[in-house]
């Protein structure tokens, strides 16, 4: 029997009345890559903060190297041994990188010791780990990638042997996630634990020895990962029969619905976000920009939809020509023949507190259909909305609940929902899976294409580079600002993309 | 001339003090990410005991001790309402403002019944000025001997204080394991929580710091600069103090440094000789007003942005709480 690093049994946690944890049990056996795969939501995230002393579980027990332990907070964990990467990173960004490994574990009144004796004991881990980061440099200069191996070094400072890295790759381009995974490799081979939770397949086969599936709230399967395949554990994860790849027809482009010329976006603070970007979308295709997060996607989306007003460069859509000069908004693109899917649906897609029938029309609240002499025409609106939810599946089909309750699929399917049933001419979507779980996406997906097979335009903006791949008929990668290539879907390969999304020219490299 | 720039800047020295101390207590409360605009009501509820304490007792230095007292009652009745049930800070703020406005008066009046005064305070229960060694005898050095004579020696002990808390406030923020911690928590206190630290508590300690300096602002008014307490007594100076620490962008020397600046401009007002250069420039009766809003007009100004962005701790006003 090889030693366990974790044991946790029939672990219950209730929020509220959702339940994210229901009688789990896992087990992790030491010096191992274990992943835990699942969809969002079901309750991998969850468990890993019970583990770490973030909540409390309602009931179960721990065990850490075999010794039951009662973790209540994270400084318990942390004298257990475990260090935790958290998806959203644990970091003070004003902080240099050593004050950030320091934090919290200072001896004394005086911290002038304690950063001397951890600045000596950082340069040991970094030469042990191959972790190089300059320990000087303020954290919100350092790109996500370097970022992270600070919250990898933060760990091993205090001692974890047991490492839990929640979603790590969400962030980075492929080559920077290939790196993540030869320092777990390292740490592996220096005979600590990693617990790796991740929604993506193709790293569970990469890199892990066990892997156990997730769904909703439940341990569903426990596997080698040398005897599943990426079919197995896609159906454990849905409990169900998945494509994962999207069947589609080749694209046959017809005229130019929309032209983006010269455009550059400037910030509040003057940055230059988008940088001299043109390209076309023709009717019938799908042309996919992708790009690490926070490369300029989210402006050059927010000016082509209206949201920024155009500061420079030129705009055609359906033969209108917009220019600095015009004032045009979002309502205005609309009534131009564009629908926009926004990146995050919480944030600008929907009003949450409201009911699923009022977020049906908003944005669309002035059409006279809805409308009646004085008051709005309920009885329209809420026939509207139920047929909506009729065929984008959206459940419950109730046009009166609050649409916070719904679930992050179900609210997608709605934005969804409500710009496509206009019948645009061209779709702008950003985002258009992000919290969504395979079910939806699959259907997602399939509604994209059937617009495209419909002869409309379809740009969409997706960090998620297997969306892109399986949607797109062209690509565009987005660095910095720029274009920095366009590639062909169809004879695309990732480490191409990959290279382009890092900003290294093709020609080049 | 000479003498009177001396004189100026001795006025702006006494006049600072409790601009001073209410602005490094703000900085405590506000770099662990807790908005305090409840300085004003610290100060006026500290001048209010302090000379009621120093009437009874005959002390100062036990008015002092009382100022401290309700500073610390003030600062904690803010973290409960803000910290520990996660309220609306500046709610919870304007609450201890009004709250202090009118209890001062209604005990004042109630126990010495003389329309929201305390009775003037002698000699003894008052802070007086302390004469350093050697003041008199040089005072007649040209220059350095004037300025030791005039600026620095010939204060209360609070105006040493009040400069003292400066350089222990920028040590214990920057240079401190809990002002790591203090600062740490006015950033990102999920980050603070997962290294094992309790946001609350870092919370808590750093408003004691706050409320024992919030209080001893009040002291000085009223059993140092003046004899007694009366009514409104604070005059909007702990939201000055506020505002001198966002113009000294949370750091206590930018901050003491924007301390001084208002309080020259009030000391200037003071001096009829700078009335008189006016004359010509604004209209008469018009003099008074424009000098005595000059300090709030540089604090829009500098907001505003003309001198560099003030950037806030970024989790300044919110509770926190991890299980969503």
Known sequence: MPNLAIQLTDINKNFGSVCANKNVSLTVESGTIHGIVGENGAGKSTLMCVLYGFYHADSGSIAVQEKPIVIRSAHDAIQAGIGMVHQHFMLVDTFTVLENVVLGTESGISLKESLRASAEELKRLEQEYHLEVDINATINTLPVGLQQRVEILKALYRGAEILILDEPTGVLTPQEADHLFRILDELREQGKTVILITHKLREIMAITDYVSVMRQGEMVANRKTSETNREELAELMVGRKVLLRVDKAPAKPGRTVLSVEHLDFKDKSGVNRVKDVSFEVHAGEIVGIAGVSGNGQSELLDTITGINPLQSGKIKINDQTITSDSSVDAAAMRRFGMAHVPEDRQRMGLVTSFAASENIILGYHKDPSYNGLIEMNNDAIYKSCSEQMEHFDVRPGNPYLRVSLFSGGNQQKMVVAREMERNPELLVVGQPTRGVDIGAIEFIHRQIIAMRDADKAVLLVSVELDEIMSLSDRILVMFDGQIMGEVMAKDANESEIGLLMAGVHTEAA | ?324
């Open chain 2, 1 to 324: 001339m000479w003498n009177d720039i001396l004189l100026i800047l001795d006025g702006t020295l006494r006049i600072s003090v409790p601009f001073l101390l209410a602005a490094m207590g703000g900085i405590f409360a506000e770099r662990s990410g807790v908005i305090d605009f409840g300085l004003e009501g610290k100060m006026l509820g500290g001048a209010f005991v302090a000379a009621a304490v120093a009437h009874w007792t005959q002390s100062a230095w036990l008015g002092l001790l009382g100022s401290i007292g309700i500073g610390i009652i003030f600062s904690m009745m803010h973290g409960f309402a803000s910290v520990t049930k996660q309220g609306n800070q500046v709610v919870s703020c304007v609450a201890i403002n009004i709250f202090a406005m009118g209890l001062t008066v209604v005990l004042a009046n109630a126990w010495f019944g003389m329309g929201g005064k305390t009775p003037q305070l002698p000699k003894e229960a008052r802070f007086l000025s302390i004469e350093l060694p050697f003041a008199e005898a040089m005072r007649d050095i040209p220059v350095i001997g004037e300025i030791y004579y005039e600026l620095i020696s010939g204060h209360n002990i609070l105006v040493y204080i009040a400069f003292l808390a400066v350089p222990i406030t920028a040590w214990v923020v920057f240079k401190s394991s809990f002002g790591l911690h203090l600062r740490a928590t006015g950033e990102n206190p999920l980050a603070v929580d997962t290294t094992g630290i309790s946001v609350n508590k870092t919370r808590y300690q750093a408003l004691l710091f706050n409320g024992i300096l919030g209080g001893m602002s009040g002291a000085y008014l009223s059993t140092a600069h003046l004899g007694f307490f009366v009514k409104d007594m604070s005059a909007g100076k702990g939201y000055l103090a506020l505002a001198a620490m966002i113009v000294g962008k949370w750091r206590p020397y930018s901050a003491m440094f924007a301390c001084l600046l208002f309080s020259a401009l009030f000391a200037i007002k003071d001096k009829p000789e700078i009335s008189e250069m006016l004359k010509g420039l604004v209209p008469l009766n018009l003099i008074e007003s424009f000098l005595e809003m000059s300090p709030y007009i540089l604090t829009v100004v500098i907001l505003a942005g003309f001198v560099g962005r003030a950037v806030a701790p970024k989790a300044i006003g919110q509770p926190f709480s991890k299980e969503k």
